[in-house]
């Protein structure tokens, strides 16, 4: 039996509902804030969290259907980049990481290789002449970069 | 009470205001008619650039709202030109819209849909203007008991009205909570989920969290459907350019209903435009479709969701203004705009904002 999307989603937010309790129990509190302090309002949470999410294990939707392999991996590969995006930005400068990151969604999206790089380029020049001229905010330009130029 | 309507009308008629809003109104028909960027998206791209303008927070508030207006016009464009939902608030503008632009009427079609747009959207001005400062009125006496149970109601309105998963929503809105316990507690300076990181000792941003939600959920959504092809991709003709005045007259009951529901389904939290639209079209469909002519290209079958809609969008503005519950996904964004601002919408700000001292009044609360 092929495991319905929203039992696993159920099971994951019981699971992050034990780790808020755990965590609220564990909090450091002065004795004069008790009973009602700053634990009882996420344990509360957490409790709610997870009888919504057993009510969602017992019942699960209908409609949960899975995506095909060839999709998940390239929903999988969004996220892959996005999280590598933040993770680069500061360290690669914001104009190499956004013309990386931006071709490589735009050939995600179907885009031929040609245009995905040319949409990178521009978005990566766009977007920084807007944050440093525009908004006055100034972004990293990596000092790999730097020290070629 | 009128003196200060009158000066906010003042406020609003200033050449620079109009002219926000005239800007507003068409960016956001613009940033409606694109897929992938709605209202949200929208003011969330504008939101930093308007701050940066050095705009004052009425002018940055009337820009935004255009976008918002204007959005909730331009998804329509799609959704009857080529019965594609540029969003969520469309979806019911299309089993009418598309039909008439089928039968040649797409041209009429979309000026149906803008006076009706406008019809719902004054009907439900007229009813934030009544109604917000009542609302505020008791609001103001709200102590933190009430406002539990108001975000008690909220939620549980949420669950029942949004989508067609009641626990989901809650599970969403008991999520929400959790993110916003984290960082230092503001009673009593505990650090909650911090895990000794400072960047978390402020606690999320909103701003910054709900950007990124809708953001990162509207790249994947595309993406799950760029590859599908059950689209109308082929333009038919616009026909006449504008609806004619006997048309507009035709659907004038629609429209009214329409604007009014429209109205009280925005102000309720968590309920926006597309159920708005829905509830009006069914409702409008069951007093007046005596010949089966809805879904077939009937024009108020198309006026009605329209004049919700737009209604809705203003009518969400209500629990925004006077109680800092946002009553939809694009008021909540607005709601983070004005905190950029350092205006806390709330009781407070409706009260203070004009009595608090003549010169800086308006909505500046404690710049």
Redesign the interface.
Known sequence: MKLAADRLLGIV?IGLAAF?AV??IN????FS?EPV??RA??LG??I??AA??L??VL?P?TDGHW?HQA?AL??LL??GL?LAYAMLFTRLGFMPTSLLVVAA?AR???ASWGKALITGALMAVGSDFLFTA???IALPTGYWLAAIL | MFDFLIEGFGVALSPLNLGLAFLGALLGILFGALPGIGPINGIAILMPLAYTLGLPAESALILLAGIYTGAEYGGRMSSILLNVPGDAGAVMTTLDGHPLAKKGLAGPALGLSAVSSFVGATIAIIGLTLFAPLLAEVAVMFGPAEFFALMVFAFSSMAVMMGKDPVKTAIGAVLGVLIATVGVDAGTGVMRYTFGMAELYDGIDFVVMIIGLFAISEILLMLEHAHRKDVDTEMPPLGRVFVSLKEVLYCKGAMGRSGLLGFIIGVLPGTGASVAGAVSYTTEKRLSDKDGTFGHGDMRGLAAPEAANNASAAGSFVPMLTLGIPGSGTTAVLLGALMLYNITPGADAVHRAPRGGRRPDRLVVHR
Do not use: H, I, N, T
């Not at chain 1, 909090?27 to 002065?30: G, T």
């Open positions: 937010l808020v965590q609220a909090l450091e509190v002065p804030y302090g700053p309002f996420p949470l957490s709610l969290l919504l999410s009510v969602l019942k939707g995506p999709l390239r929903l969004v996220l996005l969604l995600l999206f179907g525009g908004l006055g």
